[in-house]
């Protein structure tokens, strides 16, 4: 007899998940992009300890349909792409159809959600990646998608959370990110009972900025605005006092999504040189629209890093964008006051 066996469904629905949601913040993330893909208009995020024991995201988008409702939770089944050739333009943030079925199999999930065409809601359970019940309730248009006990099924990832708090602050920054990605939807969102952020949602960069970053900061923002290379270059800059400690708000957003690449810090930071003290950086929420067939964004399965076809050119037009936004000399002694 031979030892190689298949894995149960049950064990390779709990390996990927461990790939797919990390910690809290990898699951907020998820149910988030899926909020966005159906075009919701608002979102709302709470959060108990972290998102350890309780996350809770809502959203007024499309809803899932009833027909739909257990392959919402399959492995690689979406609603968002079906041919090879879809692959090449991908316009949603999911399209691997993995995100709740891995979250599913690692916590209880109670999930309410109706689409316009239907009169009443369905209130659907899952745990550990089963549905045990589905019942119909009255609710909003919409999803909401409540999970409990993150891991609870998984002792030894349990034991590697970092303390709620830690965990809490990696959801903070990614919530900044996502709110200021789409400063069209109103987000709100709730840590342990407070009230973080709430961004009206009115499609100014400005306002979203604001939210996260308060008024003051924002007198020493400075507006980019520029194209070149194929590139559209709009959003903020700035070097209060000087500068922050670390590149976490050097923050780039690719054609509506947060992107990584260090062609764009080293543009960013080569602008503000003679500006920002030695060993600080620059704050910045730039969004850069390119041509989809000239970026790749499968270079990393989480979907952050981006690589560019023509880096020189980008590196040139974001360089160039940055200095002419900085160009009046005193830039940073004219607050511009914000309306
Ligand atoms: P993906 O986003 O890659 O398609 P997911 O596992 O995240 O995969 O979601 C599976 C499917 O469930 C989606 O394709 C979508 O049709 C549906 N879905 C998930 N979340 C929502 C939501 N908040 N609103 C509407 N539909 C949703
Ligand atoms: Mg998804």
């Known amino acids: 007899m031979g030892k190689i066996r298949p894995l149960s469904e049950n064990l390779i629905g709990k390996i990927a998940a461990g790939e797919v949601v990390e910690r809290p913040a990898a699951a907020i993330k998820e149910l988030i992009e899926n909020s966005l893909d159906a075009g919701a208009t608002a979102v709302t995020v709470e959060i108990q300890e972290g998102g350890l024991t309780s996350i809770r995201v809502a959203d007024n988008g499309s809803g899932i349909d009833e027909s739909d409702i257990r392959m919402a939770f399959e492995r690689h089944a979406t609603s968002k792409i079906s041919r090879e050739q879809d692959l090449d333009a991908i316009a949603t943030l999911g399209f691997r159809g993995e995100a709740l079925a891995s979250i599913a199999a690692v916590s209880r999930i109670t999930m309410t959600t109706r689409t316009a065409a239907s009169d009443t809601g369905l209130k659907v359970k899952n745990e550990g990646g089963r549905i045990t019940d589905i019942q119909e309730i009255a609710c909003p248009v919409g999803t909401t998608i409540q999970v409990n006990d993150l891991f609870f099924n998984v002792p030894v990832r349990k034991g590697f959370m970092k303390k709620a708090g830690q965990e809490a602050s990696a959801v903070h920054d990614l919530i900044v990110q996502l709110l200021l990605s789409r400063p069209d939807v109103s987000f709100r969102y709730i840590s342990n009972g407070k009230t973080e952020f709430h961004s009206p949602g009115d499609g100014q960069t400005a306002t979203a900025l604001q939210t996260v970053y308060g008024s003051y900061a924002m007198k020493f923002m400075k507006e980019v605005n520029d194209h070149g290379n194929g590139l559209i270059i709009k959003g903020y800059v700035g070097i209060g006092e000087n500068g922050r400690g670390n590149r976490n708000q050097e923050m780039f957003f690719i054609n509506g999504?947060?992107?990584?690449?260090?062609?764009?810090?080293?543009?960013?930071?080569?602008?503000?040189?003679?500006?920002?003290m030695i060993g600080k950086f620059p704050v910045c929420a730039l969004y850069i629209t390119i041509p989809y067939?000239?970026?790749?964004?499968?270079?990393?399965?989480?979907?952050?890093?981006?690589?560019?076809?023509?880096?020189?050119?980008?590196?040139?037009?974001?360089?160039?964008?940055?200095?002419?936004?900085?160009?009046?000399?005193?830039a940073f002694q004219h607050p511009v006051e914000m309306t």
């Open 293 to 330: 067939e000239a970026v790749d964004v499968n270079v990393h399965p989480n979907k952050l890093e981006v690589r560019f076809r023509d880096e020189t050119g980008v590196y040139e037009a974001v360089l160039s964008a940055v200095l002419m936004a900085l160009k009046e000399k005193d």
């Open 257 to 276: 999504r947060v992107m990584h690449n260090k062609i764009l810090n080293e543009a960013l930071e080569t602008a503000c040189r003679e500006r920002v």
